[in-house]
C-alpha cells in the first residue's frame, strides 16, 4: 500500500490490537511542516499523481499545502489513519495535529481551535451540519484544566457510519476526571475504576485520552493513553505485565513491543544520505460503556537523514 503513495511522508505508525488471537493492524502516515511536507505535499498534489488512496480527504490536503490558508498556517502536522478491518485499507480519515513536533502547542483560544477544525469539514464530502459538533469541541477546550491541551482533531469517517468527531487531548496527572466530570461524560464509576487499575493513571506525569462528541456530548466510552518511553524502566515493565496478567495482551505481543523501541541508522537503497529511524511506542486501554477493556499498541516510527 505505501508504495502507492506519494514519498512525503517522515512519521508512521502501526496500531496493533494486543488481545488474544487479534491479529488486525491498521496503519498511520504523518507530514509535518518542520520537515519539507507542506512543499513535498504540494509538489504531489501539483504533478497530478494518481493518488487514490487519498481519498475524501484530498481536498483537506490540498488546503493544508497551499500557502497563506488558515489550514497552512495553523496545523504543524497532518495525519491519515487507514483502517483495515479485512485487510486492506478502507478510505483514510485524518488527525489535524496542533502540536508542534518539538512537544509544544500553541496557546489558541477554543474559539480559534474550533475555526481551525471547522475550515477542514467543510472541504470534506461526506459531513453534514457540524456545528453542534463544534460547539461540543468548543466545550472540550473551554473546560480544559491548567496545564491541559487538545493535542488532535479528527473527523471520523462516514464507513464507520458516524458522523462523530474525535478530540484527543493530553493533561497533567490526576486532572482527566475531572475535565471529563465538568463535561457531562456519561460513563460509570467502574469504568474509570477499571482503566485506573489497568493503566496506573496516578502514577504518571500526564496522560492522553480520546473523547468522541456528537451533538447532545461525549459517548460514554474512555481511553487512557502514554506513552513507553524506556523499556528498561521497572514501572514500564509493571504496566504491560498486569496488562498480560489481566488476559489483555497476549505475552509474545508484550516482548514484541517492548523490543520495538530504539533508533537505528540505515541506507535505503534510494536515499542520498544515511536515515535515522526513530521507535517510539504508545499504549492505548479503552473501557467501553459496559465495563469491556481492551488494548491497542501503536508503534510510531520517524525517519529523518543523519551524516552518521
Not at 512525503?8 to 511536507?37: K, N, Y
Request: charged share 25%; net charge negative; with cysteine.
Amino acid at each position: 500500500m505505501l508504495s502507492r503513495l506519494p514519498p512525503l511522508w517522515s512519521w508512521g505508525c502501526f496500531e496493533l490490537r494486543l488481545g488474544t488471537g487479534e491479529t488486525r493492524v491498521d496503519l498511520s502516515i504523518c507530514a509535518t511542516r518542520d520537515e519539507g511536507g507542506q512543499e513535498a505535499m504540494a509538489a504531489a498534489l501539483a504533478a497530478g499523481s494518481d493518488w487514490q488512496l487519498a481519498g475524501a480527504v484530498r481536498p483537506v490536503l490540498e488546503e493544508w499545502a497551499r500557502p497563506g490558508t488558515l489550514l497552512f498556517n495553523a496545523v504543524p502536522t497532518i495525519w491519515l489513519e487507514y483502517d483495515m478491518p479485512d485487510g486492506s485499507p478502507q478510505p483514510p480519515f485524518m488527525f489535524l495535529t496542533l502540536m508542534e513536533p518539538s512537544g509544544i502547542v500553541p496557546d489558541r483560544k477554543p474559539a480559534e481551535l474550533t475555526g481551525i477544525f471547522r475550515s477542514a469539514l467543510h472541504l470534506l464530502p461526506d459531513r453534514g451540519d457540524d456545528a453542534a459538533r463544534l460547539a461540543q469541541v468548543e466545550r472540550c477546550a473551554r473546560a480544559l484544566p491548567a496545564g491541559g491541551s487538545i493535542l488532535h482533531l479528527a473527523a471520523l469517517p462516514a464507513w464507520r457510519q458516524t458522523q462523530a468527531l474525535r478530540v484527543n487531548a493530553g493533561f497533567p496527572a490526576g486532572s482527566l476526571r475531572g475535565w471529563l466530570e465538568r463535561l457531562g461524560w456519561t460513563g460509570s464509576p467502574r469504568q474509570w475504576q477499571i482503566a485506573a487499575e489497568l493503566f496506573g493513571e496516578d502514577g504518571r506525569r500526564c496522560v492522553q485520552t480520546s473523547v468522541d462528541v456528537d451533538e447532545d456530548g461525549l459517548a460514554p466510552g474512555l481511553t487512557l493513553e502514554d506513552s513507553i518511553s524506556s523499556p528498561a524502566r521497572p514501572e514500564e515493565r509493571t504496566f504491560l505485565r498486569r496488562l498480560v496478567e489481566r488476559g489483555l495482551c497476549e505475552p509474545d505481543k508484550e516482548e514484541a513491543v517492548l523490543a520495538w523501541v530504539g533508533e537505528e541508522t540505515v541506507q535505503l537503497p534510494d536515499a542520498d544520505w544515511l536515515i535515522r529511524v526513530s521507535r517510539k511506542l504508545s499504549i492505548k486501554v479503552m473501557v467501553d460503556a459496559e465495563g469491556c477493556a481492551s488494548v491497542k499498541a501503536y508503534l510510531l516510527f520517524h525517519a529523518r537523514y543523519t551524516l552518521f
